[in-house]
Structure formats: structure tokens, C-alpha cells
């Protein structure tokens, strides 16, 4: 059996701990390579994680290894450009969310791939979870009737990572919003199937991580916080739906952290994680459908199912034509945001 060769762009803790590992698993794959701007950082990688060769110039690595798989695991901003590159020498591409730091920069990745017959993925890994499996199926078949609210929540109470590059907005590109509420906007739109955006409206405020400087996550530099740590919006959907989001850093909430999607539909209710379907009946609550937890294994999911694209099959990945939406309502919501106005798509 001819091996398919991965190369991973960035010595990160992701790569470390999700990419490399799952790749792994598969006989079907030969890690090959990392690269990392930094020598010291990418050998040391190289060496924990026992793959064979590492390079800091990422010319010198296509050249050299021509990979067939590329996992791209850098900063936000760096994130085009990498995508670009490795499509451009006709590898396959899992990319880490968000897209990209533009929406201009999310179309023109799309664009690359189908140009170079190459797949383009994102780690939208939340899709991946049974519990959004399931809710979909239930959607689709009408258990729900007419979703016309959707509500999205990906809130952290003091939850600003101490380390990398959160807080810093030309590296990442915002704040919760790009970094952990994109996921469970994925999910949602997901489960909606990704239906037309027609108004965009948000408010976005940095009243606490610029304040404080310790929480959840580690301890921070309150001086360069340069990122949201809350926002809130309505996304206007087509036929008169309506999605609300919120999604925080640091925001005064009850929980530590609070990631879920709730759907109002005109038969039933339901939540994602874990997926509950409910429903009121003579003025009592009813579960129709419940399941005991959320499914964890959502990583391995979202990457085996790329991994099975590249191999030929059949099978749903977070590709580049809804990242470059989900791009252009990120966008969107900044632009909102920043302006104090709606924004028409």
C-alpha cells in the first residue's frame, strides 16, 4: 500500500495534541514533516512527537517531501497564506478555524481549491458530534416543525487563554467571537443547512480582560488586550428566521463555561449537547428525545472524516464554500459591531 505523506504547518499545541496523533492511527498515512518559522521549536516538536524530519522554510519542504495531506495549525493570521501555498502545490488541506481573518481571504481559498481540484476542510469539529447528527436528522424529518429562533451560546465567565495569541487582534482577527463562538455558529448553521443570511446586527464590548488578569485559563497582560471579550448578535436568516449569538471571554454568567444551541421550533424544542428534543403538551414539559451526555469525541470525528474524503469516500466535511460563509458572517458581525449598524449580505 502506497502511503499517503502529511506534512503539518505550525508546532502548536493542537498540532500536537489532536492533528499528529490522530494521523497516527491511520495505516494509510505517513507523517512526514513539520514546519515552523522557528528551527528550535519546530525540531523540538519534531522530536516529542517522533516525526522524521523538520524544516523552518516551507518552499524547502514542498520541495523536498512533496506531501499529499496538509494539516495548517498557525495563528489565524497566518492561515491564507499557508492554505494558499498548499493548495497551490496540490495537497489536501485541513485547516484549524477560522477560515481565515477575511472574508475576501475565505473566497479566494474556496476558489484555489476547486481551481486545483484540491480539498479544502476546516476543524468545525462540533458538527461532527453524534448529538448534532442526530438533531439534524430529527430537523430534516420535521419533529421540530418550523425553526424560526435559533439561539447560539459560547460563553466563558473568565475563560481568556493565557497563552498564544488570543488577546491579540492582528494575529487572530477578534476575539470569542472567531475563536470559540464560530463553533457553535457552525453547528448551528449546520443543523439549519447553512440558509441564506440576509441581515446581520451586533454589539461588541471589552469591559473585563483588559481589566482583570487572571481567570480559567491562565493569566494574561491586561495592557494588551487587544480583542472583544464579549459580543452579542442577530443574524437575520431567509424567511423570516432569526438566529441569536452570544459569546464571551469573560462575561459576569452563573457557569464557567456554557457551549450550546438551542433551537424553537413550532412542534418542538431541542438543545445540542447533549441533543434533547422536548415539547409541551397540556401545559407540561415532555421529552420526546434525550440523550444521557454529549458526545466527546468530536475531534477524531471531524478529522477522520477528512482524512476519508482524501481517501476517496463519500462523507460530510466543514468544506471551503461554508467556510468562506461562515467567513463573510464573522465578518459581518465585527463590521456591525464596529460600525453601530446593521450590515446587509
Known sequence: MVKKKVAVIGGGNVAEKVHVPYYRTREELELVAVVSPNTERAKSFAERTNIPRFYSDAKEMYETEKPDIVSVCTPNRFHYEHVIYALEHGCDVLCEKPPATSAKQAKEMKETAEKNHCLLAYNLHHRFAEDVQIIKEKASDGLL????????????????PGWGHFINKDMQGGGPLIDIGIHMLDAALYVLEYPKVQIVTAKMYQKIGSKKNEGTLGNWDPSQFKVEDSLFGFIELEGGR???????????IKETSLMNVEFYGDQAGATLFPAHIYTDQKGEFYSILEKESADSDRSQKSLAAFVDKCLGKDVMVADGTQGYLIQQIIEALYQSAEKGESVTL
Do not use: M, P
Open 242 to 252: 432569526l438566529l441569536q449569538l452570544e459569546t464571551s471571554f469573560a462575561l459576569n
Open 145 to 160: 416543525g418550523d425553526i424560526y429562533v435559533t439561539k447560539v451560546q459560547a460563553l466563558r465567565r473568565c475563560g481568556i
